[in-house]
């Protein structure tokens, strides 16, 4: 049974502290003393919750029961004034808003946005009074037929209104940033667009088994997230959180990717988009953390080698690195795993992925980590990165499929990501992707938390999809200086397992050799001659003047 930390905030807990301090004030000095040890006994029972197990806590629910009678000193009034504080959360990006403006501080985003029923079609400045509002829903949406042709084949979404029910159940003054109002927008902006439901067709939800996740995960990773279905609230780590309701949804999506690859690999769909959460890239062999409780990608890769493709493409364009991807993978030389994300030497969650990372055991070269040394990255970068390192490398292995794991966190708005891409940079990206393993793809919803910046750059990805999204060139793809050298480095220690960059690593060398050198030889302002004036010519200012004039001329040269 795997250790996994509990934190049970619940509400009588803080009922009895609150109670506690009350009692002090009301009494006198003889009784302080008593109430200290009282809020000293409540930390300690606090911290015991934190440090037992998932199963320790739920054999031993009596151990933390409170009495009851306590419940009449708590005054809820006080709650209230903390709140009182804040007047809005804005519905696009969940920043708190402390004045009495109507448009979000941050993303500009109205208060009375209606982008959870129309999507990223939502006016942003203020609500739409003349659109209809669409509830997303997936009944009556065609399924794929087992027994369907290749020739009516068309893209496929994985999609199930039980991953809504995934959500953070203890109320904190932020929200947290992965709620179910990702799948909202992004369903509303698809409805709206007529994509889905409308001209995709949808994929019946299956529950992945436990056979198919101990192929992936370890058998105490699994069963660290099933005992949560125990639990009201619990808490993996402190930013990774679960319900009653967190482990079915895992299951859920980690069973429509499966599904997704299957189908698409056996020509029952052409491509497809998995709209799912709980994500999953983060969530290694054992460990849960960073929002993703089952690896999505690595199932869906596993089930599309069972059925019949040898080699499988992961791309991981997600802001943050894949650190459970890669652990998966990193010593399987079938499978070869491509992440693009803000790295910062390490500083940048979860700090894995630098390009030194390659993968081992005979699986060398087969993990490409492309890590941005800063924020701000935006189309440019990206695209030049996949026209000299992804792409290279991708036509080299030569997969039978591709899977993106996409997460539209380094999208420009995001409130996590901080980096610049557009949703034209992601419709390029997939574009370029599309041309390996005969269009074989399948896009995996990972990270993004600004829902207009999700919604408008998941509908472009789809639309290429389906072959009906008219993508343009980038006028001027020349990266960054940064992205450059960045790019540079990674050909540097990729080039030692890829032929095929060579000539590529030659000529990225030339262009950073090229704008070193360019930068050297800026020609520099030429400093104007001072001239003093003729007075200083004359007296006991004469030694001066030609000391200064003969100074300011060798400066001159």
């Known amino acids: 049974m795997v250790a996994v930390v509990v934190e049970m905030n619940s509400v009588k807990s803080r009922e009895a502290e609150i109670s506690v301090h009350n009692q002090a004030y009301e009494v ?12 000293a006994e409540a930390k300690k029972r606090a911290r015991l919750q934190k440090e037992l197990t998932f199963q320790d806590l739920y054999e031993n629910q009596e151990l933390f029961d409170e009495d009851d009678d306590e419940d009449g000193d708590w005054d809820p009034s006080q709650l209230q004034k903390c709140l009182e504080v804040i007047k809005w959360l804005c519905k696009n990006c969940t920043v708190d808003n402390i004045n009495d403006d109507v448009c979000c501080r941050i993303c500009g985003e109205h208060k009375d946005s209606k982008i959870l029923s129309l999507g990223h079609f939502a006016s942003p400045f203020a609500p739409d009074e003349d659109l209809n509002e669409i509830r ?46 990702r799948l909202r927008a992004i369903a509303a902006s698809l409805a709206r667009a007529g994509i889905f439901p409308g001209r995709c067709c949808s994929i019946p939800a299956r529950e992945i088994t436990q056979e198919e996740l101990m192929m992936v995960h370890s058998s105490e990773h ?13 808490y993996f ?36 988009f998995a709209l799912v959460r709980p994500p999953g890239h983060h969530a290694g062999v054992k460990d849960v953390m960073g929002f993703c409780l089952h690896n999505n990608a690595a199932v869906a890769a596993l089930a599309a080698q069972a059925a019949g493709a040898k080699k499988v493409l992961i791309l991981d364009w997600d802001v943050h690195h894949g650190n459970g991807t890669q652990e998966i993978f990193e010593q399987n030389n079938s499978v070869l ?72 966190d380094a999208a420009r708005g995001d409130p996590l990501g901080g980096c610049d891409i557009t949703p034209s940079g992601y419709a390029q990206m997939t574009h370029m992707l599309n041309a390996l393993s005969g269009g074989k793809m399948l896009v995996i919803l990972e990270g993004g938390y600004n829902l207009r910046s999700i919604s408008s750059s998941a509908t472009a990805v789809i639309k290429v999809l389906l072959g009906d999204s008219h993508v343009c060139e980038l006028e001027n793809s020349f990266p960054s200086k940064s992205g450059l050298q960045t790019v540079f480095e990674v050909l540097d220690i990729q080039n030692n397992f890829w032929p095929s960059l060579k000539p590529i690593f030659m000529n990225v060398m030339s262009l950073w050799k090229m704008y070193c050198l360019a930068k050297k030889s800026k020609p ?18 004469s030694f001066l003047f030609h000391m200064l004039n003969g100074h300011l001329r060798v400066k001159s040269k």
């Open 337 to 408: 795993y491509i992440s693009l994300h803000r790295h910062e030497g390490g500083a940048f969650y979860p700090g894995t992925g630098g390009a030194h990372e390659v993968g081992y055991m005979g699986a060398e070269g087969f993990c490409v980590n492309i890590p941005w040394s800063r924020g701000g990255v935006g189309d440019n970068d990206y695209i030049f990165a996949f026209q000299h390192v992804v792409l290279p490398i991708a036509s080299e292995f030569a997969p039978d499929f591709t899977i993106i794991s996409a997460g539209f």
């Open 222 to 234: 699994i069963e660290s997230v099933e005992v949560t279905s125990k639990l009201m609230s619990s």
């Open 136 to 181: 997303p829903t997936i009944k009556g949406l065609r399924d794929i037929d087992p027994l369907e042709s290749a020739a009516n084949s068309s893209t496929a979404i994985g999609f199930d209104e039980r991953m809504l029910l995934h959500a953070e159940v203890e109320m904190k003054p932020h929200p947290h940033p992965e709620r179910p109002d």
């Open 524 to 541: 520099t302002k030429k400093r104007r001659r001072v001239i003093p004036p003729m007075w200083w010519r004359w007296g006991r200012r």
């Open 28 to 39: 006198g000095e003889s009784s302080v003393s008593d109430a200290s040890d009282e809020v």
């Open 237 to 272: 780590t402190s930013d990774t959180y679960a319900n009653e309701h967190s482990a079915c949804a895992a299951r859920l999506a980690a069973g429509l990717c499966a599904d997704l690859a299957s189908a698409i690999v056996s020509g029952r769909a052409k491509n497809g």
